[in-house]
């Protein structure tokens, strides 16, 4: 197997170092009204990852701070009633230019989401909005990406076109490295009319070829064994720089990414980092079920990524 267990560091800390080397980025943190999203969001401050603007009802963030002993005295807080004035007042501050970032604090995703992807006053680009989970498996030499697991149900071929854009742009410019090994998953690694993904999966590749997928090399359909696993692609006789060892993992549908993603962060003891992208900025999308070390780590991967589109933003002459 392309694998190796005794990495040390972990992939996730030479992120979150990563991202302690370049200056904190202005963080709009929506509704932290409970330990976890708000000990995530002070921690990754502390660690000079962040610079957070806390949203939401002023009281109940500064009790819930007092109660669990965390110190908030340097952050800003913007008062709102409840959690869809606090995405609403979010998006706002992104609007305006006071962050550089959105972080999901105790409300739920739908109701940040909606916020987001607002036709009005919502944070939408001409790209599909998508989620990627960065994951750290401690049995696999990569830091695997798995896409789309949490915001497109169905998506089409042009929505795929998107989702797999956003993971290379996001691979490319967090550091990961260049030109990521992107494999388009099926249940077979063979084109088949019975299995529509199979079909998807090729179109995709030769949408590669004709430069409207660029900055990845893919290959596809294949199935996850012969995607990850270097002598299950010779067994099946499959010849490709990306079998065996890829980095982007691109799902069928979000019913098979979820899936695929809990059982690597449960059979395999995987941390998952959550971002979405194809937004105005970056969205650090994080669960209730996250560890600390894989909430700093999606502060840090959203960090980098806004780092470095902040480096190559184009500057308008005077």
Same mark, same amino acid.
């Given at each position: 197997m392309s694998a190796d267990a005794t990495q040390t560091p972990s992939k996730y800390d030479r992120l979150i170092a990563a991202a302690r080397a370049v200056p904190p980025t202005p963080t709009v943190v929506v509704h932290p009204c409970d330990e976890t999203s708000l000990r995530g969001a002070v921690?990754?401050?502390?660690?000079?990852?962040?610079?957070?603007?806390?949203?939401?009802?002023?009281?109940?963030?500064?009790?819930? #701070? $007092?109660?669990?002993?965390?110190?908030?005295?340097?952050?800003?807080?913007?008062?709102?009633?409840?959690?869809?004035?606090?995405?609403?007042?979010g998006v706002e501050l992104i609007h305006v230019g006071k962050g550089e970032l959105l972080m999901k604090g105790s409300l739920h995703t739908d109701e940040l989401m909606r916020a987001v992807t607002a036709k009005v006053g919502g944070l939408r680009t001409d790209r599909r909005i998508s989620h990627v989970f960065v994951?750290?498996?401690?049995?696999?030499?990569?830091?695997?990406?798995?896409?789309?697991? $949490?915001?497109?149900?169905?998506?089409?071929?042009? #929505?795929?076109?998107?989702?797999?854009?956003?993971?290379?742009?996001?691979?490319?410019?967090?550091?990961?490295?260049?030109?990521?090994?992107?494999?388009?998953?099926?249940?077979?690694?063979?084109?088949?009319?019975?299995?529509?993904?199979?079909?998807?999966?090729?179109?995709?590749?030769?949408?590669?070829?004709?430069?409207?997928?660029?900055?990845?090399?893919?290959?596809?359909?294949?199935?996850?064994?012969?995607?990850?696993?270097?002598?299950?692609?010779?067994?099946?006789?499959?010849?490709?720089?990306?079998?065996?060892?890829?980095?982007i993992l691109v799902v069928p549908n979000l019913e098979a990414g979820n899936m695929l993603a809990k059982n690597l962060a449960y059979f395999a003891k995987a941390d998952g980092a959550g971002i979405v992208l194809g937004a105005r900025v970056p969205v650090v999308l994080t669960s209730r079920a996250d560890s600390a070390?894989?909430?700093? #780590?999606?502060?840090?991967?959203? $960090?980098?990524?806004?780092?470095?589109?902040?480096?190559?933003?184009?500057?308008? $002459?005077?």
């Open positions: 921690e990754s401050a502390q660690a000079g990852i962040i610079r957070p603007i806390l949203v939401g009802p002023e009281k109940k963030i500064r009790e819930t #701070a $007092a109660k669990h002993g965390l110190d908030i005295a340097p952050f800003e807080i913007v008062d709102a009633a409840h959690s869809d004035e606090s995405a609403a007042r994951m750290d498996v401690p049995a696999y030499a990569e830091t695997i990406f798995v896409t789309d697991a $949490a915001i497109n149900i169905f998506p089409d071929l042009d #929505a795929k076109r998107d989702i797999i854009q956003n993971a290379i742009d996001l691979y490319n410019q967090a550091g990961f490295g260049t030109s990521p090994r992107v494999a388009i998953l099926s249940a077979v690694e063979t084109v088949t009319s019975k299995i529509p993904s199979t079909i998807e999966a090729a179109a995709l590749c030769k949408m590669a070829d004709r430069g409207q997928i660029t900055g990845g090399l893919l290959d596809g359909p294949l199935a996850f064994d012969n995607a990850i696993d270097m002598e299950a692609a010779r067994i099946k006789g499959i010849k490709s720089e990306v079998a065996g060892r890829a980095q070390r894989a909430r700093m #780590a999606s502060c840090a991967v959203a $960090a980098l990524y806004a780092h470095a589109r902040r480096q190559h933003a184009p500057t308008i $002459a005077a």
